[in-house]
């Protein structure tokens, strides 16, 4: 749920990394952490377990510059992909303001993609959210990899409402910028003046 | 016109009093968003997400036993003089989380006890905690951001 403090001119919007275990999910927000630089630079949380898998969440702030006199603050969030942590991603999609989906593009992966989109959607619809109405970005992950499925097969069956989509090697920081601020342009331009 | 935040910093001041020193308050959305304090000062952002987090999670987890959230509904995480102690506080017909965050202070059950009250204080307020209270009709915020927007917005954090 975006928050817009009119009284400080101020933006909140919460951004989740969505997609199967392994994905790059957290890959995606630890290069952004490494990346960014400055004196608004914030702490990123991780709730691991103790084989470095996400167990509930990781976390990261991103404290913007103004637009149009708004000073503008993102949440970034990833759910846990693994399968049985079906709870905690219910959880981390509260009051979520858009999407990215982290698809990893290898074939064997494909069902796990799928699996995980669905999810996705169950989710979303059991807490009332209009997943047409949530902004949704697409990232094809792991495009190094030898094993990986054609993009427009990705698009086909993973995309169809044919949102914007980016194809990325989030440990080399390709694609990583790409994807966050097109879905930020998506969430602001999705704002409403009576949030 | 006093904001909110300088509201309930009087409030904390006020009912805290000699605790003030000893003791953090925190006040967050359901969906993590910081609301008090709203200096973004980085632990305080990560403390806004965790207190958000451990209260859903720890809700959902209730539901085992038919144990329902509600106004009455408290979680402390603490040791004989520290911890952490959230309470939901409903206003602006809005549920937050309020958190008060106490290190090495002699009587814990005063802590928890103040909070409960100030939270009350709090609620009776009825302040809009920074909500839009521009009586608007729903439109979009923002109409047509360009590209050099959003990466004038990211160069901010060197991206």
């Known amino acids: 749920m975006s928050f817009v403090n009119f009284q400080s001119k101020e933006i909140n919007c919460k951004i989740v990394y969505y997609g199967p275990g392994l994905g790059g999910k957290t890959t995606n927000i630890q290069y952004i952490y490494q990346k960014s630089s400055g004196e608004n630079k914030s702490k990123m949380i991780s709730l691991n377990t103790e084989n470095e898998r996400t167990l509930f969440f990781d976390f990261l ?9 708004f000073k503008t603050r993102f949440h970034l969030y990833t759910v846990p992909g693994q399968v049985f942590y079906e709870a905690s ?18 074939v064997e992966r494909h ?24 902004p949704v970005v697409f990232q094809w992950n792991k495009r190094d990899l030898p094993n990986v499925m054609p993009v427009q097969e990705l698009e086909r069956q993973l995309n169809k409402q044919k949102m914007q989509s980016f194809e990325a090697v989030a440990k080399d920081g390709i694609g990583v910028f790409e994807t966050l601020k097109a879905i930020s342009k998506a969430v602001l331009m999705n704002l409403r003046s009576n949030v | 016109m006093k904001n909110d935040n300088n509201i309930i910093a009087n409030e904390f001041r006020t009912i805290f ?32 997400a965790l207190v958000s987090g451990v209260w859903l999670a720890s809700n959902e987890l209730a539901k085992q036993i038919n144990l329902h959230e509600s106004l009455a509904s408290r979680l402390s995480f603490d040791s ?11 206003t602006n017909s809005r549920i937050y989380f309020m958190a008060i965050i106490y290190s090495r202070v002699v009587n814990p059950g005063l802590v928890k006890n103040q909070a409960r009250i100030l939270r009350d204080r709090i609620a009776g307020l009825d302040l809009f905690l920074g909500m839009n209270t521009e009586k608007k009709a729903s439109s979009v915020l923002f109409e047509n951001i360009s590209d050099d927007e959003v990466n004038k917005l990211f160069s901010n954090i060197g991206i």
């Open chain 1, 61 to 69: 702030p991103l404290d913007l510059g103004e637009i149009r006199g």
């Open chain 2, 80 to 90: 004989s003089d520290s911890g952490i102690h959230i309470l939901p506080l409903k």
């Open chain 1, 89 to 106: 991603r219910k959880l981390v999609l509260r009051g979520v303001d858009g999407l990215i989906f982290v698809a990893d593009s290898q």
């Open chain 1, 111 to 134: 069902e796990a993609n799928q699996e995980s989109l669905n999810g996705l959607y169950k989710n979303l619809d059991e807490q009332g959210y209009d997943i047409k109405k949530i």
């Open chain 2, 17 to 48: 009093k000699d605790l003030e020193s000893t003791c953090s308050l925190f006040i967050v959305q359901e969906d993590g968003t910081l609301f008090f304090p709203r200096k973004p000062h980085p632990t305080a952002l990560a403390v806004g």
